[in-house]
Every structure is written in C-alpha cells, then in structure tokens.
C-alpha cells in the first residue's frame, strides 16, 4: 500500500509561469518531507524539505507548503524555466520519532516548455 | 569530487547469473541505502544499513543480499537474477537524522 502518493505522473507548464507539485501521504507518523530532483541518467538530488511543525518553507523559487489535517504537500516553483523539467519525487519520513528511511513517491515529471 | 560511488554504470546478466553492485561514499556518513527505480514505480527501498554492521531490510528485499563491508562501502548482491531485477539501482548516504540523502548516479542492469 503507498504510503506517499503522486497522482500526476506528469505536468506541462509554460516557461515563466508557477508549476504546482502535489503530494498525498496516509502513514500519520511522518513528520519530515522532502522533495528531490532527478534529471535522465543521474541520482536523485535534493531541493527543499519541511518538518511537521511548520506549512510552509521557501527556498528562492522553490516553496513547499504542508497541510497535515489533509496530509498533503504541494511543491510550488515560481517562475518556472526550462532547467526546471526533471523528474520530482515527494519522499516522507518519521525523522523525529524513529529516523526511518525516506519512502518516496512514484514522481512527477514536469516539463517547461519556453 | 567527494559523493556516491556506483559501480559499474550499465550490467546486462542473463538469468541465473548473480553479481555483486558496489557503492562506495567518502563523506564519512553513518547510514547507506539501496533503492531501485522502475517505470511508473518511483523508488523503492530494497535494504538500509543504518550504521556500520547493522543491515535492515527495506519494501522491497527479496532475491537481494546487502554487505555493509565498513564504513564507506554498502554492496548488493544478486545471487540469482531474474528478469524482474530489471531495474535501475541507486545508492544513496546520510547522517543518521539528516534529511539530506547523497544518492550515486545509478547503475542500469538489465537481466535476460
């Protein structure tokens, strides 16, 4: 059963306008969520992250913001640019109360089309 | 440059075979991890090791064996591949309560 759920495997979005990332999750003990970045033939590599005790957390372009009554996340880049289509992945842990490994979500594969 | 090290980068394997996929770190990190990639699946923990000489397995460990060799070196082994390993295989490093994982570059086996 997935424990942290992308529902769109992919998104098109223009260069210069916001492309918004959604992430579900179910198991109520995680309490930190990342996003990672993943271009074709690399790893993945890490963007911006968010503890349970805050809704939102901004990194320049980058947002995330965490709604737990919904036990939903949402990745928000702003503008978008072409550098931007990668894959992201959502990936969710218990950090604090247990450290255990990343679980990640099946990704979303975004394109900025100039 | 200091990261992940994976190799090899491409193994193809006919069923049956077995092979050892090695993953080194030099950021003296405490844990290691092997995830696999599959289309439409997204990454799946296959086994961790937390800290030297402890192994733990993941979502997704059967038809694999781990050897936490030392503090540096996490290596898996397929004793027996079969095509469903098909699959592109990362390792990845952190701290222990570290958000932030340094995954390798990947390497794509293909088994037929």
């Known amino acids: 059963d997935q424990q942290v759920k992308q529902n769109s495997p992919s998104l098109s979005v223009q260069e210069g306008r916001i492309s918004i990332l959604n992430c579900d999750y179910t198991?109520?003990?995680?309490?930190?969520f990342l996003w990672y970045k993943k271009y074709p033939a690399e790893g993945p590599t890490f963007l911006i992250s968010i503890s349970s005790i805050k809704d939102k957390n901004e990194d320049g372009r980058f947002t995330v913001f965490l709604n737990k009554s919904a036990k939903h996340l949402s990745l928000h880049i702003v503008p978008s640019q072409p550098g931007d289509s990668a894959v992201y992945f959502c990936?969710?842990?218990?950090?604090?109360?247990?450290?255990?490994?990343?679980?990640f979500g099946k990704g979303t594969r975004l394109s900025v089309i100039a | 440059n200091a990261g992940v090290t994976q190799t090899p980068k491409f193994q193809v394997l006919k069923t049956g075979q077995s092979m050892t996929l090695q993953c080194a770190q030099d950021m003296n990190h405490n844990s290691m991890y092997w995830y696999r990639q599959d289309p439409g699946m997204g990454l799946r923990l296959i086994y961790y090791s937390a800290s030297e000489g402890t192994t733990d397995k993941g979502e997704v460990p059967n038809g694999y064996n781990v050897s936490r060799l030392n503090k540096r070196e996490f290596s898996l082994r397929l004793e027996s591949a079969a095509p469903s390993q098909t699959s592109v295989y990362f390792c990845?490093?952190?701290?222990?309560?570290?958000?932030?994982?340094?995954f390798g570059s990947g390497t794509r086996l293909t088994v037929v």
């Open positions: 198991n109520s003990m995680f309490d930190y």
């Open positions: 990845a490093s952190s701290e222990p309560r570290s958000y932030g994982y340094t």
């Open positions: 990936a969710a842990s218990a950090w604090y109360s247990g450290n255990t490994p990343l679980v």
